[in-house]
């Protein structure tokens, strides 16, 4: 895919949607580590459902080390792989409050360093918490990124690196929220929607599909 076509997706989307921002409820970049690390293997719509009710509980390290480990769990139980979420969390906030006088760091690499916080988990704080142009890349975004042949790439490393590449530096900081919701509700899994896709001229994917019969 050539330069023009990127920015003409890139441009496509923010014209549709200028202001993305995660689907995940926080209002502080601590909410949002912890949205982010339970919504692995989840839906936003259940970490969503389940932050509801454990945030006006807990909502600072400190608050959720108090809570512990069973605490936590009953709130999170309707999440996937809840009990090592649990796990991960609290001891994710004691080091917050050992460490980083429980604050979330603004750095790859502190971050990173908290159980249950891989990269796309500090890509997606730091990016939407923090402001950095970082991509994380998820199974939609992998899934769009090689469909669209927009950054084709091996695995999410080789996505991310290509994505970070190719992205004109202007979307880099909105190209994970616009391709994490494409793939969601547009450039699905099992059947993308391309009866209705807005890049669907750009598309590079060869078995565009047709609309489904009335």
């Known amino acids: 895919m050539n330069a023009n076509k990127r920015r003409e997706i890139f441009e496509t989307l923010q014209s549709l949607n200028p202001h993305p921002t995660t689907e995940l409820e926080y209002t502080t970049p601590f909410e949002l580590l912890i949205a982010v690390m339970l919504s692995a293997q989840a839906t936003d719509v259940s970490v969503n459902k389940a932050m509801r009710k454990m945030f006006p509980v807990a909502n600072t390290p400190q608050q959720m080390i108090e809570l512990g480990e ?20 609290v001891a994710a906030c004691r080091i917050l409050v050992d460490q980083y006088g429980g604050e979330v760091p603004a750095d790859r ?21 923090f402001g950095h142009p970082t991509i994380a890349v998820d199974t939609h975004i992998f899934r769009v990124a090689n469909r669209t042949g927009l950054a084709p790439g091996k695995d999410v490393r080789a996505v991310e690196a290509a994505l970070e590449k190719f992205t004109p530096a202007e ?3 909105d190209a994970h929220h616009w391709l994490i919701l ?26 565009k599909t047709p609309p489904p019969e009335l």
């Open 70 to 89: 069973a605490g936590v769990a009953e709130y999170i139980r309707t999440i996937g792989l809840y009990r090592t979420k649990a796990k991960n969390v």
């Open 109 to 129: 690499e502190a971050l990173e360093s908290l159980p249950g916080v891989g990269r796309k988990t500090a890509n997606v704080v730091l990016n939407t918490a």
């Open 171 to 173: 979307f880099r900081h």
């Open 182 to 207: 494409h793939g969601r509700y547009v450039c699905k899994a099992r059947r993308p929607e391309c009866w209705h896709c807005v890049i669907e001229p750009l598309c590079e994917f060869r078995q």
